[in-house]
């Protein structure tokens, strides 16, 4: 009898181990789940931060300015910050940043705090953001990338490219013709949503320009007349078409030259 006892109680002890363990394969599961859900949410983007133009042009003497709309698209007030990464400008050439209040042209970081005269922006808010950039002397471009997130999340950037200059739209270099036809790689790219071109003609000839989709489908001509031997330049403005790969090519007598661009809204 006693023995029997003992073995019903190594039993009784072996059979709640068993239940444990199956109970802790079953609890195990959902929280690791939980836990790569939650991690996952801190990297979902947070604002939005869509710049109306992206190339600018004017003349010595101007301010240009890009206006830029930064939404905040979670569910809970954002502290949003920017910072001026790279400012390539010409000599005597200044770029400054506006967020709720404009700053020095020293200032390279500033946030929707205090601080900077700001606050988060709540919910669903959009507030305009602006970079200036003044040609105070000289001719020539600017180059200025802004970074934009959130202090909830710093790692998950937004990064967008500027270009400023105050080279004419289409420049023709009358006393130093090019030696040959060429159809240059525009620039920026990607873009969003206007990007430059040049080419060079040397010698009188009809020019047409032409963007294509990836189906070959004309969707824009951005040249077609005669051109006096010259460097050319012109803006695309690519705002009311989709993002993806176009295709632009440069006919000029038997010259043909085909290059491709990319528009990432």
């Known amino acids: 009898m006693r023995l029997f006892i003992l073995n019903e109680y190594f039993y009784s002890i072996l059979k709640r181990k ?4 199956k109970m802790k394969k079953f609890i195990f599961l959902p929280l690791l789940i939980l836990v790569l859900n939650a991690n996952m949410s801190l990297f979902a983007q947070e604002i939005t931060f869509v710049p109306q133009d992206t190339l600018l042009q004017g003349n010595i003497g ?3 300015i890009f ?3 930064v939404t905040n698209i979670s569910s809970i007030r954002q502290t949003v910050f920017v910072v001026r990464t790279i400012n390539e400008l010409p000599p005597e050439w200044y770029s400054a940043l506006c967020f709720d209040l404009c700053f020095s042209s020293i ?3 500033i946030a929707t705090t205090p601080d900077f005269g700001s606050s988060p922006l709540d919910p669903g808010e959009t507030r305009e953001l602006s970079l200036h ?3 105070v002397n000289n001719d020539g471009s600017a180059h200025v990338q802004l970074q934009a997130g959130t202090f909830n999340n710093p790692n998950d950037r937004i990064i967008v490219n500027f270009t400023a200059t105050t080279i004419p739209v289409s420049v023709d270099t009358e006393n130093s013709s090019p030696l040959e036809y060429d159809l240059a ?3 920026p790219n990607p873009f969003n949503p206007s990007t430059r071109i040049s080419y060079a003609v040397p010698e009188t000839s009809p020019v047409t320009i032409k963007v294509y989709d990836l189906t070959g489908q004309e969707v824009a001509v951005l040249v077609n007349e005669v051109k006096e031997a010259g460097t050319y330049e012109l803006i695309f403005d690519a705002r009311n078409f ?4 176009y295709i632009y090519r440069m006919i000029a007598g038997d ?4 290059r491709k661009m990319n528009l990432l809204k």
Do not use: K, P, R
């Not at 989709?242 to 790969?245: N, Q, T």
């Open 242 to 245: 989709a993002s993806g790969v």
């Open 67 to 69: 206006y830029i709309d």
């Open 185 to 187: 790689q525009n620039y």
């Open 18 to 21: 068993y239940i444990l363990n």
């Open 255 to 258: 010259f043909s030259s085909v």
């Open 107 to 109: 200032v390279d970081s």
């Open 62 to 64: 101007d301010e240009m």
């Open 133 to 135: 950039v003044t040609a």
